[in-house]
């Protein structure tokens, strides 16, 4: 998170000052513990931003970020508040690390969600386009889902939640109705 503030902020800065000129001020919320480093990082784009203005390029945004990311698996990993009440709250940070030590990241798009319903069995992390929704309760759960279920494409049965009932059987209309 912490690089993907620094890779965006400056630029966004600039845009700001751009637009509401050289006295922009930048306001923080509350920002949750890993996110603690966040007012540092506003600083030094802040100090960044004074340079000379072909320094730090106006944008909203990145070149990278014109277009759909490339990836096998799509995690959503649920951060609703029954599951960072079972220790999700690092539950994100921890499957990245996870996934970069295991040479996986850059085949994994990796989202943090509200609340995605089986709250009881949390905390959650769902897979797709496996379809496998997990429950990764410590740090050995998360490795066996990350080597064996991501990594070697195999369904741990012991860490499945309960299937989802099926409710998409109905064929899909060809056209909507109008
Ligand atoms: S809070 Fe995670 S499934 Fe509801």
Redesign the pocket.
């Known amino acids: 998170m912490a690089a993907n503030i620094l890779a965006w902020l400056p630029g966004a800065v600039s845009h700001w000052q751009e637009q509401a000129g050289p006295g922009v001020e930048v306001l923080l919320g509350q920002p949750p513990a890993p996110e603690a480093v966040l007012p540092a990082l506003v600083g030094a784009a802040l100090a960044g931003a004074r340079l000379p203005a072909a320094a730090v390029p106006a944008s909203l945004g990145k070149p990278g970020w014109q277009h759909l990311p490339d990836f096998d698996t799509h995690i959503l990993v649920?951060t609703?508040?029954?599951?960072c009440f079972r220790g999700?709250g690092t539950l994100a940070q921890r499957l990245k690390a996870q996934l970069a030590a295991a040479g996986l990241a850059r085949r994994c798009l990796t989202t943090s969600t509200g609340?995605?319903?089986?709250?009881n069995q949390?905390?959650?992390i769902a897979l797709y386009p496996q379809g496998e929704w997990y429950r990764v309760s410590d740090e050995a759960a998360l490795v066996r889902v990350v080597h064996e279920a991501i990594g070697r494409g195999r369904r741990l049965a012991d860490l499945l939640l309960e299937d989802r009932p099926q409710t998409r059987s109905a064929p899909v209309p060809e056209r909507i109705p109008t």
Do not use: F
């Open positions: 649920c609703g508040p029954r599951c999700a609340c995605i319903y089986p709250c949390g905390p959650v």
